[in-house]
């Protein structure tokens, strides 16, 4: 009994061991979660109160900066989103005439903007190979541009430069002022002289502009005997569309989640893309099919090409003959070519007419100094080639013999269909149409565009070129840490862009009225006097100083010129001016205006 006894006492014992010791470890257990969960609490507290010292601190210091609002992590993702759609004024507001370079980061990327003309020479010349456009960039327009030269560095972008430099030679400017540019300005002349309600100036504009660099790079597209306006307005278009959904992904970070789901703006920028990729095959494939049934170029070196597609076909037929791979990357090249050439020649163009004729709007007294002028230089024009006749204050109505004349100069000038579109005019209208072939043909020539002749008309052009610049902002980035000239300190791999609309409204630059439309700040003994263009760099400055300048002024005064001497141009009232958010700077709305024609005896 005593052994059963000690065995149950031994039994009791060891099942009270095993409940105390399955209490401790449950009590240790316990305890151990509570410290992790402690610790857990009080690492968050202290983490949260470091990011409240944190911010802070980097509010405080935004106190003193003069600097755009940042936010910690985000930078100033935030605040440029909120100001997206005036964001050239909003950058413009934190220049001053002592702080000239500001910076801005975006996530992880540093930016830095300026408009000190020593930091842009310094970006554009002096230290031009440490400020390329760069892979970021190239990666986020490469959906647009490809490799074409408004995208591209290095040998690349050289060849594209070479290329298209012999298309803006002396000779092929004159041609295309005598053919091309005169053209199809009279066929907006003769739109607006049919016109008895408001127009959406930009848009005529824009269609101008469209068909003149087709005809520049493709050589004839749309077919002159009949009424293209439909189809090239739904290509150009698309392609105004892609522009600005392409200039979405500079300030919206998911933009490639989107572009990798197919949704958003990014699934409207394929499908316009889609359609103007489109079109520019079709007009490579055209032209392929033209030269190779041109018997007289077949196996010849060279060939005299009249367009600029032409010239890389033929540059590029040696390397990709008989190589079917070289033959689709050469496709690709030529296409990304004629991608930069028609957006250059086309939006750029038809942009600074558009701010040009709101200009007008707004200060007719300038409107009416540039009509005296041109009026000036017609009787002079005039009475050198011996005409006494002097057209500005001619009222009767042209003889059939004239009218002959006029038409017959339309017809050379590639003007289809007169005599049909003169029979629907009446005599008014007619006399206009005829006066508008004269002055264009005996008065708007190469010399007298391509000189002093027009003083006040080009400087009026250059001024709305210092306040509304068609490309309003230009980026690069630094290859190798730098110092620019005022100082800032950049790191490899920082971005830096000038800010060509900025830069046009700074007192220290342009005097106190910086912010007014005053050609007659150009104006010197008479004469036109450029400007530095690391100062005014509405056309770039350095290697990559912009090809077509000479061209683009041509076909500018040409333009204005017509339709300055023929109508009279007043905003239509309450129509909203605002620039759209592109890589080119046109406007939101369009330009609504009221077009009146001048009176054939008004005299100045």
Same mark, same amino acid.
């Given at each position: 009994?005593?052994?059963?006894? +000690? ?11 095993? *409940? ?20 857990? !609490? ?25 600097? @755009?609002? %940042?936010? @910690? ?19 413009? *507001? ?7 370079? !500001? ?24 230290? &031009? ?37 012999? +298309? ?77 959904? !392409? ?37 490579? +494939? ?32 040696? %390397? ?101 579109? %003169? ?48 490309? @309003? ?9 730098? /110092? ?38 150009? /104006? ?9 263009? &690391? ?70």
């Amino acid at each position: 009994m005593l052994n059963n006894l +000690e065995s149950t006492s031994a039994i009791s014992c060891f099942v009270y061991e095993g *409940s105390l010791h399955s209490r401790l470890v449950s009590l240790l257990r316990t305890s151990f979660y509570l410290d992790i969960t402690e610790l857990i !609490i009080i690492a968050l507290l202290a983490l949260a109160f470091y990011a409240c010292l944190r911010v802070l601190a980097h509010r405080r210091a935004q106190r003193y900066t003069k600097d @755009p609002k %940042t936010w @910690p992590l985000l930078g100033s993702q935030l605040e440029a989103s909120r100001n997206y759609d005036r964001l050239l004024d909003w950058t413009t *507001s934190f220049f001053t005439d002592d702080h000239r370079t !500001i910076k801005m980061t975006f996530l992880s990327r540093r930016s830095y903007y300026t408009v000190d003309p020593a930091n842009v020479e310094h970006i554009l010349k002096t230290n &031009f190979e440490n400020y390329p456009k760069g892979g970021e960039s190239h990666y986020r327009l490469f959906d647009l541009l490809g490799n074409g030269i408004l995208n591209t560095d290095g040998n690349m972008w050289r060849m594209h430069r070479k290329l298209g430099s012999l +298309e803006f030679s002396v000779k092929k400017l004159r041609h295309l002022t005598a053919s091309v540019y005169k053209r199809n300005a009279l066929k907006l002349v003769d739109e607006l002289i049919t016109s008895n309600q408001e127009v959406d100036v930009q848009e005529l504009l824009l269609d101008m502009t469209f068909q003149s660099i087709c005809e520049v790079a493709f050589g004839s597209v749309f077919d002159p005997e009949r009424d293209c306006t439909a189809e090239a307005g739904s290509i150009a278009v698309a392609l105004d569309n892609a522009q600005e959904m !392409i200039t979405r992904r500079y300030m919206y970070p998911w933009w490639k989640i989107n572009k990798f789901l197919g949704i958003g703006s990014e699934r409207v920028f394929r499908e316009d893309m889609t359609k103007f990729n489109n079109f520019l095959m079709d007009m490579i +494939e055209r032209k392929e099919s033209q030269m190779q049934n041109e018997v007289e170029c077949r196996d010849r070196d060279y060939a005299p090409v009249q367009d600029l597609l032409s010239r890389f076909l033929w540059a590029q037929e040696k %390397t990709s003959h008989q190589d079917t791979l070289a033959s689709r990357k050469s496709k690709q090249m030529i296409k990304d070519a004629m991608m930069s050439f028609v957006l250059a020649g086309r939006d750029t163009t038809a942009s600074t007419l558009s701010w040009f004729l709101y200009c007008m709007c707004i200060y007719p007294d300038k409107q009416e100094k540039i009509f005296e002028e041109l009026v000036k230089l017609e009787n002079l024009t005039l009475r050198g080639n011996g005409n006494k006749n002097e057209i500005d204050v001619t009222a009767r109505s042209y003889s059939d013999e004239n009218g002959e004349v006029a038409a017959r100069r339309a017809h050379e000038a590639g003007q289809m269909f007169v005599n049909a579109k %003169t029979s629907k005019l009446n005599d008014y209208e007619r006399n206009m149409f005829n006066l508008s072939r004269k002055f264009a043909e005996e008065v708007l020539i190469y010399e007298n565009l391509h000189s002093n002749s027009l003083p006040y008309l080009h400087s009026a052009l250059a001024e709305t070129l210092r306040l509304y610049p068609a490309v @309003p902002r230009d980026g690069k980035v630094a290859l190798k840490a730098d /110092i620019l000239p005022d100082g800032t300190r950049l790191r490899a791999g920082d971005q830096v862009a000038y800010i060509p609309y900025a830069m046009g409204r700074m007192q220290f630059l342009w005097g106190p009225d910086a912010s007014s439309f005053n050609p007659e700040r150009w /104006i010197r003994d008479g004469c036109f006097q450029p400007e530095s263009p &690391f100062k005014f760099t509405a056309f770039q400055a350095g290697p990559r100083m912009c090809l077509g300048k000479d061209a683009a002024y041509l076909q500018m005064k040409l333009t204005a010129a017509l339709l300055i001497r023929f109508f009279r141009f007043e905003l239509v009232p309450n129509h909203p001016v605002e620039y759209r958010m592109m890589n080119v700077m046109t406007m939101k709305h369009g330009l609504r205006v009221n077009v009146t024609v001048r009176k054939m005896n008004q005299e100045v």
